[in-house]
T-cell receptor, first 110, second 114 residues
Framework: DAGITQSPRHKVTETGTPVTLRCHQT?????MYWYRQDPGHGLRLIHY???????DKGEVSDGYSVSRSKTEDFLLTLESATSSQTSVYFC?????????FGQGTRLTVV | GENVEQHPSTLSVQEGDSAVIKCTYS??????FPWYKQELGKRPQLIID?????GEKKDQRIAVTLNKTAKHFSLHITETQPEDSAVYFC?????????????FGTGTRLQVTL
């Protein structure tokens, strides 16, 4: 599993509340990514990080922010959750041979 | 940015038959094309990949082909088995060092029937 863990694994939250998802890695990888997975859309990149405090937007970044204050942790925050952000969220890291995904977080916004 | 299209969205084959999934990409600078398999409720896992300096790659029953001129690549699974049933995603990216910002296709649900 390349030492990637996501927390929480499941979360139900109300519209308008802030939510933070955590991705933790143990192998000192430089690059980390947040994707969301929705039926009919595959996996879409939200944000990624190329080092501590270095982040950039992906194709579906609106409504999301990220932070990386330590190499091992990459946080995804929904500032004010909306029903359209109900999804499965995957964190990933990349090596020089492949990208590895975390187990995913199923987020439901009601 | 990169755009990846994947077909078909669903594919049903009988056990022992072959399955082919096709993808096209838009950015001629993309140089890395992995395929991921995702079983129900699990994370996507890499099954095979190909880089732009290679036209074909095989690993036992699976193979991937790449046509850079036409900007398309395909996954071939031979002698399909029930455990091949899953959702398969193609992806494309420009590999730079260890960066792999993947753009995914929309997925193909493969059903292998007995």
């Amino acid at each position: 599993d390349a030492g990637i863990t996501q927390s929480p694994r499941h979360k139900v939250t109300e519209t308008g509340t802030p939510v933070t998802l955590r991705c933790h890695q143990t192998e000192n990888h430089r690059y980390m990514y947040w994707y969301r997975q929705d039926p009919g859309h595959g996996l879409r990149l939200i944000h990624y990080s190329y080092g501590v405090k270095d982040t950039d937007k992906g194709e579906v970044s609106d409504g999301y922010s990220v932070s990386r204050s330590k190499t091992e942790d990459f946080l995804l925050t929904l500032e004010s959750a909306t029903s359209s952000q109900t999804s499965v969220y995957f964190c990933a890291i990349s090596t020089n041979t492949e990208a590895f995904f975390g187990q995913g977080t199923r987020l439901t916004v009601v | 940015g990169e755009n990846v299209e994947q077909h078909p969205s669903t594919l049903s084959v009988q056990e022992g038959d072959s399955a082919v999934i096709k993808c096209t990409y838009s950015d001629s600078a993309s140089n890395y094309f992995p395929w991921y398999k995702q079983e129900l409720g699990k994370r996507p896992q890499l099954i095979i990949d190909i880089r732009s300096n290679v036209g074909e790659k095989k690993d036992q029953r699976i193979a991937v082909t790449l046509n850079k001129t036409a900007k398309h690549f395909s996954l071939h699974i031979t002698e399909t088995q029930p455990e091949d049933s899953a959702v398969y995603f193609c992806a494309a990216s420009k590999l730079t060092g260890t960066a792999s910002k993947l753009t995914f296709g929309t997925g193909t649900r493969l059903q292998v029937t007995l």
